[in-house]
């Protein structure tokens, strides 16, 4: 399996086998349940849906409902696909963490950030800001400066770098080491820090 | 939700918490850090007063302990739970009416004194 669905609980230390602290993110990832599983013959390509988190079922579409009866599971709140599967899973497998992850190796994690709302450029883009306090400078120490030259372009180029909402984006944190696996509890212990507050949703990469 | 479930990850340390002495800023304390060269391990020790205890309760917290030797004072940070640490022994409980001895540093002879606890 390539991946996971998974929430995050929050974060602590540990001490790794050189004595270092370590801080780390905890995840309950799943169980996940296979709701679909696309074929090179159907779909054109090959992948699986997994979904996670229990969900009621007066909360859910008729349309979704049939989904998950297909599955012969009950209604879950996140379904994500992910592509080359490493083994064949049937619908309706649960997948659990500790069939995927082992400790010591290294995993992507995708969350969405927390939202910052409408920051300027020296938070949202880590500008310096005009950089002098005096000589003049009285209402702009925080300001971006130019955005361009003169006559000639004669327009401000696509994609500049300015002031605007930060954060609340789909965010990626690559090689992350997994400290611990406990199976019984559906925990994993991931080294670092990973994007989105505590109870959001958390898709691991292998 | 979340507490309870990083309590099962910090339950480990709990024990290792709970055999270590009492002791606080003030107190004189002999640390035995484990200390590897190569493939061998031997212990040396670090004695002074500790100035500090930051992040108490958790799994982050640690002490700081200076020393004052030939007239040069060194301070050591060591994480509380730490598997280097293999022994903390108080050896002088100091009177002391702040919980961080910062002012320590600027003081020499015997105004660096700390007064015993009786």
């Not at chain 1, 390509?45 to 297909?70: C, I, R, V």
């Not at chain 1, 083994?87 to 190796?105: N, R, T």
């Not at chain 1, 004669?154 to 400290?179: D, E």
């Amino acid at each position: 399996m390539p991946g996971l669905i998974g929430k995050k609980v929050g974060m602590t230390s540990v001490f790794d086998e050189n004595g270092k602290s370590v801080a780390c993110t905890l995840i309950k990832v799943g169980p996940c349940v296979v709701t679909q599983v696309r074929t090179l013959e159907v779909d054109g390509y090959e992948a699986l849906q997994l979904a996670y988190d229990e969900k009621k079922e007066k909360n859910t579409s008729k349309a979704l409902k049939g989904h998950f009866k297909k599955a012969s599971t009950t209604p879950k709140r996140k379904l994500v696909e992910f592509q080359f599967p490493d083994q064949k899973y049937d619908l309706g497998a649960e997948v659990k963490a500790s069939d995927v992850f082992s400790e010591g190796e290294f995993v992507d994690v995708v969350g969405k950030s927390k939202g910052k709302g409408f920051q300027g450029v020296v938070k949202r883009h880590n500008f310096g800001g005009v950089g002098q306090a005096t000589h003049g400078q009285h209402n702009r120490q925080r300001h971006p400066g130019a955005i361009g030259a003169c006559s000639y372009p004669a327009r401000v180029f696509k994609g500049l770098k300015m002031a605007g909402r930060m954060g609340n984006a789909r965010t990626k944190v690559t090689n992350l080491k997994v400290m611990k696996v406990l199976a019984e509890e559906n925990l994993v212990l991931i080294s670092g820090a990973i994007p989105g507050s505590r109870n959001s949703y958390i898709i691991i990469e292998k | 939700m979340s507490k309870g479930l990083i309590s099962i990850i910090e339950k480990e340390y709990q024990e290792r918490r709970s055999q270590l002495p009492e002791f606080k800023a003030g107190d004189t304390v002999n640390v035995h850090v484990k200390i590897k060269e190569g493939d061998k391990e031997r212990i040396q020790q670090f004695q002074g007063a500790v100035l500090q205890r930051r992040n108490k309760n958790t799994n982050g917290e640690t002490f700081t302990v200076r020393k004052v030797s030939n007239g040069i004072a060194i301070e050591r940070v060591f994480p509380i739970l730490s598997p280097n640490i293999d022994k903390i022994e108080v050896i002088r409980k100091g009177k002391v009416r702040r919980a961080r001895l910062f002012y320590l540093r600027g003081l020499k002879g015997k105004a660096a004194k700390i007064k015993e606890k009786r």
